[in-house]
């Protein structure tokens, strides 16, 4: 084979490639809308095109895009998304300064197992979600705005999808 040939058959892999992926998130992004609606019994707003910017901006950190947000939990004091909790297609991001909670992205692929640890020291309720990840962090989330129960098994969930991915064959 010529190499036109080859660089033509190498670009026609690769486009058939990213065609598969965007399918596959697309796909995961259906199922994780589904299943935060279930569990929280809500439909997440994500309207304000200056508020899903902010909070992919400021709490994922600039990592990902608007497209792939599920849900924001905004604890900012304005509420312009610049705080709080994001939900993406492949993602927990936080950045929060209350209780044991800071800045962190979480990929689900990379989540192990998740805890809660309940805990309350002089009256003050402490009680964190842990995530403890494949690599030995672990990151605790004390929001007070989400319910960590609920916050599990949605996480859980989204572990699970991607666990499910590494056993396809192609």
């Known amino acids: 084979m010529s190499l036109d040939e080859y660089y033509a058959m190498n670009d026609n892999a690769c ?21 935060f609606e279930e569990i929280f019994e809500y439909k997440p707003w994500l309207e304000d095109a200056s508020w899903v910017r902010n909070a ?20 900012s004091i304005s509420n312009k998304g610049k705080s709080g909790l994001v939900l993406t297609t492949d ?26 640890n309940e805990d309350r020291f002089l009256g003050v ?18 929001l007070d705005q989400i319910s960590k129960r609920r916050l599990m098994e949605f996480l859980d969930y989204a572990s699970s999808l991607y666990e499910e991915e590494d056993e396809l064959v192609w």
Do not use: H
Request: net charge positive.
């Open 15 to 35: 486009n058939t490639l990213k065609r598969m992926e965007r399918q596959k998130m697309s796909g995961i992004k259906s199922a994780l809308e589904e299943k």
């Open 56 to 75: 992919v901006d400021y709490i994922c950190q600039g990592k990902g895009k608007k497209e792939d947000v599920i849900a924001i939990i905004d604890t």
């Open 91 to 116: 993602s927990v991001c936080v950045k929060e300064s209350s209780n044991f909670t800071t800045k962190f992205i979480a990929r689900y692929e990379d989540i192990d197992y998740t805890y809660i």
């Open 125 to 142: 309720d402490i009680t964190a979600l842990e995530l403890n990840m494949k690599y030995g962090t672990q990151y605790k989330i004390s």
